[in-house]
Structure formats: structure tokens, C-alpha cells
């Protein structure tokens, strides 16, 4: 990733601070896109930039950083609005300040996601979701950055462990292989079917104790426990 010498420190804001609808709002704050003010593009103009362009945000108090791209410039002078989200991440307060770092990251190749909304793999077709989410609302992603998800009003959240060529990439018209991590089994779904393997053990050694009464009974004529065919109570 390459900085480039446009710096600049401005005023941020939620996004439901601004001006646009509601629809709007909830979309971008399901992606890692901002608005900046027309100043700013104005500035850029003095330097050799291509599109799409790409800032790295920093708390310069707290040192955290988030790279993110634009969405539009239209907010008003000397603002910017983010995604709630990135405001956390960065620990900045609605007026606070953030210096933007214009970056250029390279092309990338690869990404591993892991999911961390199981729900999320239920979904009908979740592999067109998420090509579809990564082309519109993440044209950049960098690792440990969690994709925010929002599709038939529920939000999917999706880890970034690696990225490459580097930690930062941007992935608008690029060849991007997509591998998973394996999902992590929660402790209590463990504990039951460890208790569900036990159940079955226990059912399948009375079930052979009944065999062999069952041959014995077939020998004596006596009776045996739980050696006919059960039946769940409703059924017909």
C-alpha cells in the first residue's frame, strides 16, 4: 500500500447526521464507504490521483486506523460521515477529529473470510449475497476488518483473516480468489453431541442386551422390557 502526500484533518460524523435518506444511511452503514466534502476533491485535484480513490483514516489521539473508500463527495465543508461502525473502531466521537492518509492499495488476489453469522450460510444462494455485497459496498478490505452485512433487514457478520498480496487491498475489477476458514463448533453444541454419542452408546448396548434376551425369551417364553416396537405418542 502506497501513501500518497494529500493529508488532511477534518470534522467526523454518524451518518445519520447527514442529509441523506434513511435507505441510504442503512446501506452505507453496512460498508466501509464515507462522504467527504467537495474540498476535498477540489485539493486532489492538485495531484496526480486515479479513481477510485482510497483513504486511510486515523485517530492521530488513540493511533487507530481504518482504510476505507468514497462514496461521495457531497457532505458539507470540513465534515465527513462514517459508518457508525468506523467510528468505534477508530474510538472517534460524533465532531471529533480524523486525518485522512490518500493510499493507494495494490490490486488484490486472494482473501479468507470466516463467518461469523452462521445464518448467513442458510440463506438461499449466500454466495451471489456476498459477491454481490463485495462489489457495491466493499471496494476495499483489509485483514482482521469485519464485513457488516445487511440483507432482507438482517445483518450477516463475516470476519477478513488474510488478504494478499498485503493487509490492505482493493478489489474493484480484479481476478479474486475466495477461500473460508472453518467454523468454529461452540462449546454447548459439543457438549450435546457428546451427550447425544453417549445416549446412542447406552441405546445400542440395551439394545443388544434385549437381543439376547429376546433369544432367550424365544427359549423360556418369558418377557422381556422394551422389546416391542415403540410408537410417538400422537402419531397415527
Same mark, same amino acid.
Given at each position: 500500500?502506497? $501513501?500518497?502526500?494529500?493529508?488532511?484533518?477534518? #470534522?467526523?460524523?454518524?451518518?445519520?447526521?447527514?442529509?441523506? #435518506?434513511?435507505?441510504?444511511?442503512?446501506?452505507? +452503514?453496512?460498508?466501509?464507504?464515507?462522504?467527504?466534502?467537495?474540498? !476535498?476533491?477540489?485539493?486532489?485535484?492538485?495531484?496526480?490521483?486515479?479513481?477510485? %480513490?482510497?483513504?486511510?483514516?486515523?485517530?492521530?489521539?488513540?493511533?487507530?486506523?481504518? #482504510?476505507?473508500? !468514497?462514496?461521495?463527495?457531497?457532505?458539507? *465543508?470540513?465534515?465527513? $460521515?462514517?459508518?457508525?461502525?468506523?467510528?468505534?473502531?477508530?474510538?472517534?466521537?460524533?465532531?471529533?477529529?480524523?486525518?485522512?492518509?490518500?493510499?493507494?492499495?495494490?490490486?488484490?488476489?486472494?482473501?479468507?473470510?470466516?463467518? !461469523?453469522?452462521?445464518?448467513?450460510?442458510?440463506?438461499?444462494?449466500?454466495?451471489?449475497?456476498?459477491?454481490?455485497?463485495?462489489?457495491?459496498?466493499? *471496494? %476495499?478490505?483489509?485483514?482482521?476488518?469485519?464485513?457488516?452485512?445487511?440483507?432482507?433487514?438482517?445483518?450477516?457478520?463475516?470476519?477478513?483473516?488474510?488478504?494478499?498480496?498485503? +493487509?490492505?487491498?482493493? %478489489?474493484?475489477? !480484479?481476478?479474486? =480468489?475466495?477461500?473460508?476458514?472453518?467454523?468454529?463448533?461452540?462449546? =454447548?453444541?459439543?457438549?450435546?453431541?457428546?451427550?447425544?454419542?453417549?445416549? +446412542?452408546?447406552?441405546? =445400542?448396548?440395551?439394545?443388544?442386551? =434385549?437381543?439376547?434376551?429376546?433369544?432367550?425369551?424365544?427359549?423360556?417364553?418369558?418377557?422381556?422390557?422394551?422389546?416391542?416396537?415403540?410408537?410417538?405418542?400422537?402419531?397415527?
Amino acid at each position: 500500500m502506497q $501513501f500518497t502526500e494529500f493529508t488532511k484533518t477534518i #470534522s467526523c460524523f454518524s451518518l445519520g447526521c447527514s442529509d441523506k #435518506s434513511n435507505e441510504a444511511i442503512d446501506k452505507l +452503514n453496512n460498508s466501509n464507504k464515507i462522504l467527504l466534502p467537495t474540498s !476535498v476533491l477540489s485539493e486532489l485535484n492538485n495531484f496526480e490521483v486515479k479513481f477510485p %480513490i482510497f483513504f486511510e483514516l486515523e485517530n492521530e489521539e488513540t493511533g487507530n486506523k481504518f #482504510s476505507c473508500g !468514497v462514496h461521495e463527495f457531497t457532505s458539507a *465543508p470540513g465534515t465527513c $460521515f462514517l459508518p457508525y461502525r468506523i467510528m468505534q473502531y477508530l474510538w472517534i466521537k460524533e465532531g471529533g477529529n480524523v486525518k485522512l492518509n490518500l493510499i493507494v492499495p495494490e490490486k488484490g488476489t486472494d482473501i479468507k473470510l470466516k463467518i !461469523v453469522t452462521k445464518d448467513f450460510l442458510k440463506l438461499t444462494d449466500p454466495k451471489t449475497v456476498l459477491e454481490k455485497v463485495l462489489s457495491e459496498d466493499y *471496494p %476495499i478490505v483489509s485483514v482482521n476488518e469485519t464485513l457488516s452485512i445487511n440483507y432482507n433487514n438482517q445483518i450477516y457478520y463475516i470476519d477478513i483473516t488474510e488478504c494478499k498480496p498485503s +493487509n490492505t487491498i482493493q %478489489i474493484i475489477d !480484479v481476478d479474486l =480468489n475466495v477461500d473460508f476458514e472453518k467454523i468454529d463448533e461452540p462449546e =454447548n453444541e459439543k457438549q450435546d453431541d457428546k451427550k447425544e454419542d453417549s445416549s +446412542n452408546e447406552l441405546l =445400542n448396548e440395551e439394545l443388544l442386551d =434385549n437381543k439376547d434376551k429376546i433369544v432367550e425369551f424365544k427359549k423360556n417364553k418369558e418377557f422381556v422390557p422394551f422389546s416391542g416396537k415403540g410408537y410417538t405418542l400422537g402419531s397415527k
